[in-house]
C-alpha cells in the first residue's frame, strides 16, 4: 500500500514532527541522522511511538531511512526507573538496618546502618561482617553461617558492636541472596 506514495502522504505528522528538516540536512551535509528514542505518532497504528531513527545519505537525491520501534524498551527503562525510586524511597526512610554481604564483608547497606552501628555507609562498605560481631559470639556466628550457606533462615536475637565500641541488641532476619 505503501508503495509509490510520499512520506507525506503516508504520514502527514512527519513534517510537524521536524523530521523533514533533519533529512534535508542530512541529504544536503552528508551527515548520518542518528536520533534515538524519538516520540511520534503513527497514524498507521494511530498511537504515539518512540523510534530509534537513522537516516544515511545514499546518493545525490536518495536518502536511506531506518525506524526501529522502540516503545517496548523505552516502556521498560520506565518500569525501572520507577522500581528504583520506589527502592531508594523505602531504603532511606527505613528504620531497620539492611546490608548485602558477600563472601563475609559488606557489599552495600542501607543509608539506616548510620542509626544502627554508628557510622555511615561508606564506613561499612568492605568491612568484614565479623567487625560488628562480639568476639565472644563467634561460635554462634560460624554456626548461623553454617545455616545460611546451607539455604536456611536466621531469625533471632543477636548481638552487634557499634563503631563506640558498645553492644546492642538487635534482630536479625537473614538468608541467602540469590540474584534473578
Known sequence: ELIGTSAL??????????LLG?????????????????TYFNEILDD???????????????LSLTWSDVTERFEFAQRI????????LLAENADDMVAHVRQG???WVSPSVEGVLGAPPAHW??????????PSDAPALAARLKTLSEGGVIQQR??????DGVTHWVHLHAKPFYDA
Open 9 to 18: 502522504a503516508s504520514l502527514p505528522d512527519l513534517e510537524g514532527s521536524g
Open 48 to 62: 504515539a511511538r518512540r523510534y530509534d531513527i537513522r537516516a544515511n545519505r545514499a546518493g545525490t537525491d536518495l
Open 81 to 88: 526507573a520507577a522500581s528504583e525510586r520506589n527502592y531508594r
Open 22 to 38: 533533519r533529512y534535508a540536512q542530512c541529504l544536503d551535509e552528508g551527515q548520518p541522522l542518528v536520533i534515538d528514542d524519538f
Open 105 to 107: 564483608r559488606f557489599v
Open 125 to 134: 562498605l568492605g568491612r568484614e561482617f565479623r567487625e560488628v560481631v562480639p
Open 158 to 163: 543477636v548481638r552487634v558492636v557499634s563503631v
